[in-house]
């Protein structure tokens, strides 16, 4: 009789498949019908959602939970919001940066949220963010993947030491290269600030993530020239592009152009629609652009793209909880993802897509994966964006790391039911 120290039982996967799952120590160790088996810790998970840990690519945990600090982001722009983070970094203790990073760890843990990659401010002389993120990568290390961006905020060219400082950035260990070419003073620096970072990184053999063309100008087309030195360098595979907004103000013509360029460099992008839609389309009356990127028109191109967190509590927005489902459900509306597939897909942008974006090769639910993953009140990952319902019970590496009871409401009307979940499941054809 087989034996596990975490047995979950009877969960329904995102695939709609209903498996048991059987974990031994760090890894998913059985799966499938496991009657009889004997574990540790059962969690009886029939009916409701087994996913895999949801993941977000794009983050700037080094900014957040500091909201109304030093001041609020009046005019509520990323200008704004930029020139409110310089003020901030002045004045920021290391200590406090790790403080609020742990604290916002510890909020994604609760959510099922295990792997996310964050930006670093490199434009800072002392590189306190670097230090502190750094220091909060190793504490987490055992139960959630952090993976760390050098990210040049004021510009790769405009800060005259932003290039040293990104340098000295991967030096102490980050991870992945960064940039912000559209905020370099000319569409030509910014050009080259690309040719550079894609340079940087195909020499130390890291990956690439640049804030690309996250403006409403529809010639900003630094995603272009990514696509060509990703290309150029043999990066296909290794290159995300976030944010993107400018696609969505580009004519079609040039976007017919642009997708299969894309796609043949084999370039992720990172849409953040809580972000996107809030910060763009700020100088509009009416219309009114929304900022997200094509996300239907690069699905159908065979692009890889994960939705984005972004910010939480920051000097860019003042929400957030650290849901991913709360990003893919503003998605989905914004880009108009409505039937069956696109929903499900929607999920997977939350979860597999953005992995995929990561490279993390332990992640999944399959034997001898990482035993990570969440178990849902909802039943099916359709439900699961509709409700954002409770995090029941998520496990890290083959251990629980937070429990919920159901959260049903109790009601008290004469000739109805004495509780409520808001689950439901649609008749049969």
Not at 85 to 104: C, F, G, P, S
Not at 155 to 161: H, K, M, W
Not at 252 to 274: D, F, G, H, R, T
Not at 315 to 321: A, D, I, K, N, Q
């Amino acid at each position: 009789m087989a034996s596990f120290d975490i047995l979950v039982k009877n969960g329904t996967l995102p695939d709609g498949t209903v498996s048991d799952i059987g974990i031994t120590g760090r890894t998913i160790a059985a799966m499938g019908d496991l009657s009889g088996a004997e574990a540790g810790t059962t969690i009886d998970a029939t009916g409701d959602l087994v996913s895999p840990p949801f993941v977000d690519p794009h983050f700037h945990m080094d900014a957040t939970l500091s909201y109304g600090t030093p001041r609020i982001n009046a005019s509520g722009t990323l200008l704004e919001g930029i020139a409110l983070w310089n003020e901030l970094k002045q004045i920021v203790t290391v200590d406090e940066m790790v403080a609020r990073a742990l604290d916002y760890c510890d909020w994604a843990v609760s959510m099922g949220l295990l792997a996310i990659r964050s930006h670093v401010d490199t434009c800072d002389d002392t590189l306190k963010g670097v230090e502190a993120l750094l220091e909060v990568r190793e504490r987490v290390k055992d139960h959630m993947e952090l993976q760390l961006v050098a990210f040049p905020q004021d510009g790769l060219y405009r800060d005259p030491t932003a290039r040293t400082n990104t340098l000295r950035a991967l030096d102490m260990g980050v991870d992945v290269v960064g940039g912000i070419p559209h905020f370099e003073r000319t569409m030509q620096d910014g050009a080259a600030s690309v040719r550079d970072l894609c340079e940087i990184a195909a020499e130390r053999g890291l990956l690439v993530d640049l804030h690309c063309d996250e403006t409403d100008d529809p010639l900003s087309r630094h995603i272009e020239t990514l696509a060509s030195e990703t290309c150029r360098l043999g990066l296909q595979g290794r290159v995300a592009g976030s944010h993107l907004t400018s696609m969505h103000s580009m004519d079609n013509y040039y976007v017919s152009k642009l997708l299969p360029l894309m796609a043949e460099a084999q370039i992720a992008a990172i849409p953040n629609p809580l972000i996107n839609i809030t910060l763009q389309g700020r100088h509009d009356t009416f219309p009114k652009r929304r900022g997200l990127t094509r996300v239907k028109e690069m699905h159908a191109h065979g692009i890889t793209i994960g939705w984005g967190q972004d910010c939480v509590r920051d000097p860019w927005y003042s929400l957030g909880t650290a849901d991913m489902l709360d990003v893919a459900f503003m998605g989905l509306h914004v880009a108009q993802m409505t039937s069956p597939q696109e929903m499900q897909r929607c999920f997977d942008m939350a979860t597999t897509e953005s992995a995929r974006i990561m490279h993390l090769e332990d992640y999944g639910l399959a034997v001898g994966k990482a035993a990570s993953l969440v178990v849902l009140d909802a039943g099916d990952a359709i439900e699961a964006l509709r409700l954002r319902p409770d995090r029941l019970c998520v496990i890290s590496k083959g251990r629980v790391v937070s429990r919920k009871a159901r959260n049903d409401a109790c009601l008290s009307l004469p000739g109805r039911p004495s509780s409520v979940r808001r689950r439901h499941t649609p008749a049969p054809d």
